[in-house]
C-alpha cells in the first residue's frame, strides 16, 4: 500500500474538484456555443456541416430576422420588454409591501399567510395555468396584455425573500424611532424600508424578469393573437413553421441568440447589487 506525500495528496485535492468545475461549465455553455455557431449558418449549412463550426449566412440571418413579417421579431421583442420589465416592477413593489409586512407587523393570522406563502413557492406553476385562464376568460381579459401581466404581479418566492430580507436590514429601533417622530406607517416604509431593502429588492426585480422573459406555458396558453406574442411563444412559432419552411430554423435560431443579449446585459448592469447572502439568508430563514 503506498503513502502519498502530503503536498501530493493536496494536489489531487484541488484537481478533482477543478475537474468537476470545467465539466459543469463545458456542460453549461455547449448549448450557448452551438447557438452562436448555428446563427452564423445559413439554411443549408445547417444540417450540412458540422455542428460547432461557423459559417457564412450570419449578417443575412440579421437582415432576414429584422424584415420578417415587417419586423414582427422586433415586435415580440417589445412585447417581452413589457411583459417582463412592467411585470417585474410591480411584482417587487408588491413584494416589498408584502414582505414588509409580514416582518415587521404582528397580526392575526400572519403565521398562516406566511404557511400559504411558502407551499405558494412549491407549487409549479403549471397547476395555476389552466384555471388562471378560464378566470381571466370570464373576466374578458383572455388574449389582451393583462392576462400575462396580472399573473405574473403575486409572485410567492419574491415575497418571501423581501419579508427575509426586511426581517435582516430593517432595524426594528429605526421604525419606532421614526414613529416617535410622528412620521406616518407609509413614510416609514417609503424613506426608510425601501432603500434599506433597495439591494434585495434589485435581486427580487432580477429573478422574476428572468422568470417572466423566459416563461412559456403562460404567453402560449393566454394570447392567440400573434402581435402580442412574447420571444419565447414567438419564437416557437417560427420553429413550429420551420417543419415547412426549413429557412425559419435559422430565424428562429438567431432570434433565441438576439433574445439572450438584454438578459446578459441586465445580469452585467445590477450584478453590483445582487447580494448572494439573501438567498442563503432565506434559506437559513
Known amino acids: 500500500m503506498s503513502v ?14 477543478t475537474i468537476v468545475l470545467l465539466l459543469g461549465a463545458l456542460y453549461t455553455l455547449i448549448p ?5 455557431s448555428a446563427s452564423t449558418k445559413t439554411s443549408g449549412e445547417l444540417f450540412t456541416t458540422f455542428s460547432f463550426l461557423p459559417g457564412t449566412g450570419f449578417i443575412d440571418n440579421i437582415i432576414d430576422l429584422s424584415t420578417f413579417n415587417n419586423g414582427q421579431y422586433w415586435l415580440w421583442g417589445l412585447n417581452s420588454l413589457i411583459y417582463a420589465g412592467g411585470g417585474a416592477l410591480i ?3 408588491v413584494s416589498a409591501s408584502a414582505g414588509y409586512a409580514l416582518a415587521r407587523f404582528q397580526f392575526r393570522g400572519r403565521a398562516l399567510i406566511f404557511t400559504i406563502l411558502l407551499a405558494g413557492v412549491l407549487l409549479p406553476q ?6 388562471q385562464y378560464f378566470l381571466m376568460t370570464n373576466l374578458g381579459l383572455a388574449n389582451t396584455y393583462w392576462s400575462v401581466l396580472l399573473p405574473s404581479i403575486i409572485n410567492p418566492f ?4 423581501a419579508c427575509i430580507y426586511a426581517q435582516g436590514s430593517v432595524p426594528e429601533e429605526t421604525i419606532e424611532a421614526a414613529r416617535i417622530d410622528g412620521a406616518s406607517e407609509f413614510r416609514v416604509f417609503r424613506s426608510l424600508a425601501l432603500p434599506m431593502m433597495l439591494p434585495g429588492l434589485v435581486t427580487v426585480f432580477m429573478l422574476q424578469f428572468i422568470g417572466i422573459w423566459n416563461n412559456f406555458l403562460l404567453p402560449f396558453i393566454m394570447l392567440s393573437d400573434e402581435s402580442m406574442f412574447p420571444l419565447t411563444t414567438g419564437l416557437y412559432l417560427l420553429l413550429n413553421r420551420g417543419t415547412g419552411t426549413p429557412v425559419l430554423y435559422t430565424l428562429a435560431i438567431t432570434g433565441a441568440l438576439i433574445s439572450i443579449i438584454p438578459l446578459v446585459a441586465m445580469m452585467l ?7 448572494l447572502d439573501l438567498l442563503s439568508g432565506s434559506l437559513k430563514g
Open 4 to 17: 502519498l506525500a502530503p503536498d501530493r495528496r493536496r494536489t489531487r485535492t484541488r484537481i478533482v474538484p
Open 126 to 131: 403549471i397547476t395555476l395555468a389552466i384555471p
Open 158 to 161: 419574491g415575497i418571501y425573500l
Open 32 to 36: 450557448i456555443i452551438w447557438v452562436i
Open 91 to 93: 411584482s417587487t413593489l
Open 269 to 275: 448592469f445590477l450584478q453590483r447589487y445582487w447580494r
